[in-house]
């Protein structure tokens, strides 16, 4: 019967324990986009050959691919970016199910983001990145695009 009393309380602390660290956690969803999203929520490039982003909050695009080592040690670094900013919108492209967006930001090689501002034209930044660079280039070009 003690050993009864000590599994419900040990279970008792750890569903304690579990519920509070999920219900405080931070974590932000990252969205990864189809054509068909991409299209409706960042540029129509099919109707509007001129760049127009669609969005209100700007954005940074990840294209990547599974296989690919410098994409994986950069999704944890864009997911506490993402955490700290919900102000700016993050997207992910899988490059290799989505090759008509990676064609159209050209990007042949990986990991590529795409820094998008509400005005103005988007910026690459080519290749494995901190997160103080994310933030440095984000500060630079979305400050500057809302002045």
Same mark, same amino acid.
């Given at each position: 019967m003690k050993r009864l009393k000590i599994f419900f309380l040990l279970g008792f602390l750890?569903?304690?324990t579990?519920?509070?660290?999920?219900?405080?956690?931070k974590s932000r969803t990252i969205?990864? *986009? $189809?054509?068909?999203?991409? *299209?409706?929520?960042?540029?129509?490039?099919?109707?509007?050959?001129?760049?127009?982003? *669609?969005?209100?909050?700007p954005s940074i695009i990840d294209f990547y691919a599974d296989w690919c080592g410098p994409c994986r040690k950069l999704t944890p670094i864009l997911n506490e970016f993402a955490v700290?900013?919900?102000?700016?919108i993050i997207y992910k492209?899988?490059?290799?199910e989505q090759p008509e967006l990676a064609d159209y930001f050209r990007a042949s090689s990986i990991p590529l983001l795409v820094y998008i501002p509400v005005a103005g034209s988007?910026?690459?930044? *080519?290749?494995?990145? $901190?997160?103080s660079?994310?933030?440095?280039?984000?500060?630079?070009?979305?400050n500057k695009s809302r002045k």
């Open positions: 750890f569903s304690i579990f519920y509070g660290n999920a219900k405080n956690s969205i990864h *986009l $189809t054509k068909s999203d991409f *299209l409706k929520k960042v540029h129509n490039f099919e109707t509007n050959k001129v760049w127009k982003y *669609l969005g209100n909050k700290k900013h919900p102000e700016i492209v899988n490059v290799d988007p910026v690459q930044e *080519l290749g494995l990145v $901190t997160e660079e994310i933030e440095q280039r984000a500060s630079k070009l979305f």
